[in-house]
Each structure stands twice: as structure tokens, then as C-alpha cells.
């Protein structure tokens, strides 16, 4: 049905799972919230992050618009993704709220030309209850990791560290690197509060007036 296709990814995603379910519980949030967060948010590297934010008490307009700068490439799949073929205003629904990477990725490549609803949501479906399955075993991991074991919070920086050097090998470029650099201690000197949010904001204000600029030159 799709469940054979989505298994390599379910695979893949397991560390990242427990460790998000792990770093949930070391954060001192209660175990319940890893599920809930893996079943409802399901948005991968932003759960990470969103888990700092609800244990920093952040407030919600700060949540809002790191969700909407970390999530945006999402509006761009949407393009390409087949949602056409998702027929029923609830299907098409959950295939929207269920569309990740991995979805994506396994939805859109040449041998994905002819999957039907059917398979389209049982890929989706099937990844979603994995995502869950392993971010509340990572909770229950986590609470049995000793409190004086310290470190589990730097997950999230190390995932967002190995982002940005996966990036950098596939472009070779030092640019965006030293851009987002700048941008951050920029952010860093106007707020230490909000730096996330006007670093993001900076960092997409600076890529949108370079992309405008290049087009006007050519």
C-alpha cells in the first residue's frame, strides 16, 4: 500500500525521533508533550526548535514567525507536490498538513508519476505514525536518562550545525554562511530576546533584496 516505500525514511529519521523525544523530557517539559508535538506540529527541525521556545516560555508572536521563516519552503513544494490527485476536501487536507521532506521526496521522483490517493496518503500516513512512534520512545528514553547527564539541549544546535554544513557542500560558497553570520550578530547587539526572529528576518530581507538586485543587473 506505501508503507514498503515510506520504511527507508521511517529508518532514516529514527535518531533524529529519539533525540527530539529525549531532549523534550531533558528540557523539563513532561514526557507527554514529545507526541503530542511529534503529532500535531510534525515539522521536523522545527519541532527541535520549538521545544527551546515553549521551554524558554517564548512568547506566541515569536513562535508564529520562526515557524513561518523555518517551515516557508513548504509553500514552494506545494508546486510540484500531486495534490491533485488527493481527492476529498479531508484528504487533500491531511495531505497538506502531512507534507514534509520526506513525503515530498518520496512523492514527487519519476517512479511516484501514477501513485494514487490511496498510496499518496499511505506513505504520509505511514510516516507520520512513525515520526510519533519514535519521538515518544525517545521520551521514554528520556526519562530514564540520569538528571545529572548534561548536553542534550546542544541537539538542537548540532542538527541545525550539520544543516548548515550539508548546505555549504552542496553550493560551495561562503557567502550565505557569512551573511547568516552577520545577520545573527546584528540580531544579537539589537536583542539578545528576539534574536531568533530578527535574525531570520534580516537573513531573508538580505536574500530577497540580492535576488531582486541580480535580476535588475541581468
Known amino acids: 500500500m506505501g508503507w514498503h516505500i515510506a520504511m527507508p525514511a521511517c529508518a532514516a529519521v529514527l535518531p533524529l525521533g529519539v533525540a527530539l523525544g529525549v531532549l523534550v523530557v531533558k528540557s523539563g517539559l513532561a514526557w507527554w508533550w514529545a507526541p503530542i508535538f511529534a503529532a500535531i506540529v510534525f515539522a521536523g527541525s522545527m519541532e527541535f526548535l520549538l521545544v527551546g521556545l515553549f521551554a524558554a516560555a517564548a512568547p506566541l508572536t515569536q513562535i508564529a514567525l520562526s515557524t513561518l521563516l523555518v517551515n516557508f519552503r513548504h509553500v ?3 508546486l510540484s507536490f500531486p495534490l491533485h490527485r488527493v481527492r476529498g ?3 487533500k487536507a491531511y495531505s497538506t498538513f502531512a507534507l514534509t521532506d520526506e513525503a515530498y521526496a518520496l512523492t514527487t ?3 511516484a508519476q ?8 499511505a506513505i504520509q500516513g505511514f510516516f507520520h505514525a512513525c515520526w510519533v ?19 542534550l539541549e546542544f541537539a538542537v544546535t548540532a542538527l541545525f550545525v550539520v544543516l548548515a554544513m550539508e548546505g555549504h557542500r552542496v ?8 551573511l547568516a553570520l552577520g545577520c545573527a550578530l546584528v540580531a544579537l ?15 531573508v530581507g538580505s536574500l530577497t533584496l540580492a ?4 535580476r535588475r543587473v541581468a
Open 76 to 78: 514552494f513544494y506545494a
Open 171 to 178: 553550493q560551495r560558497s561562503l557567502r550565505i554562511p557569512i
Open 189 to 203: 547587539l539589537i536583542s539578545r530576546e528576539h534574536m531568533l526572529p530578527i535574525a531570520m528576518g534580516l537573513f
Open 133 to 151: 512512534a519514535c519521538v515518544t520512545l525517545g521520551a521514554a528514553l528520556g526519562s530514564l536518562i540520569p538528571p545529572w547527564v548534561r548536553g
Open 211 to 214: 535576488y531582486w538586485g541580480r
Open 109 to 111: 521522483g519519476p517512479a
Open 89 to 91: 476536501a479531508g484528504w
Open 114 to 121: 501514477r501513485f494514487s490517493r490511496t498510496r499518496i496518503i
